[in-house]
């Protein structure tokens, strides 16, 4: 039976300070592949994300179909909004909720990940992350910091991860991160700065597989995925209406899962897919072909968005 098989490699999963996400739901079905799995957590929500863990709070989200748990071999702490310690601010260095926690860059993440496992440990990178402080704002609102910093942790930090955990990767490395549609349409109330980001992500994307496979023969892709409820989104403030106008207007109107992502993620970076390389692979339900909603008070008879 052709499956796909991630035993003996290692990935690392930044952007896991929860079980909501697509990044948790991209670290469970690495494990179910059979990866080994570390994951990076912003330092200001690892102690919750840890006591929670440790409590059990997150036991029947980690629960395989055995009965079996997700265990993460390793819990980082990474603020990917600085490459290097020294690029983080004092007042950030001597944060209470970062001071303890090493050196929580990029550069740092590197160092340990070297540290724990030796030469060359890992065989898979996973970004997801982004943030945006005025994501809310409509982009003529938005000011020169706010939009810089959004496309500084959304999709620059991509970059320096390429750079720097390249290095560390065994043949046929692969590395994921996370997009959205607002890269190449517009999505009211998505703002910031961020629709910006995320087309840097994609536009890296395609430069970063050339650059990065011809230096260190590793692949590197995106997936864009429809709207999905987590925590972090929420942050938004119209999540709940994108998912809705999403679902009604797709293809396939059944709910988008973090499952999907997840599932599409482990198959990007496993053997199977050993010839995609610089690719948006979009997981949404289709939504991303359609070019008119199909609210049923415009459709022509005949036309299935007249029953939706």
Known sequence: MLKIDLTGRR???????????????????????????????WPPALGIFQTLLRRGKMDESRKFADGSLLEF???????????????????????KRYKEQGDFSIAGLAAQLTADFGEQPL?????????????????????RAGYLEAVGVSAYSMVSMVAKFAPLMKKDGSFVSLTYMASERVIPGYGGGMSSAKAALESDTRVLAYEAGRKYGVRVNTIS?????????SAIGIIDAMVEYASNNSPLTDPMTAEDVGNAAAFLVSPLAAGITGTTLYVDKGYHTMGKATDARYAPPGDPGRNA
């Open 225 to 233: 995925a429809g709207p999905w409820a987590s925590r972090a989104a």
């Open 123 to 143: 065989d898979i990178v996973v970004h997801s992350l982004a943030n945006g402080p005025e994501v809310k704002k409509p982009l003529l609102e938005t000011s």
């Open 73 to 95: 071999e390793k819990i980082y702490a990474l603020d990917a909004a600085f490459d290097t310690l020294e690029s983080a601010p004092a007042e950030v260095r001597e944060n």
């Open 11 to 41: 990935a690392l999963v930044a952007g896991v300070a929860d079980d909501g996400g697509f990044g948790f739901a991209i670290a469970k079905a690495l494990a179910q592949a059979g990866a080994k799995v570390c994951v990076g957590t």
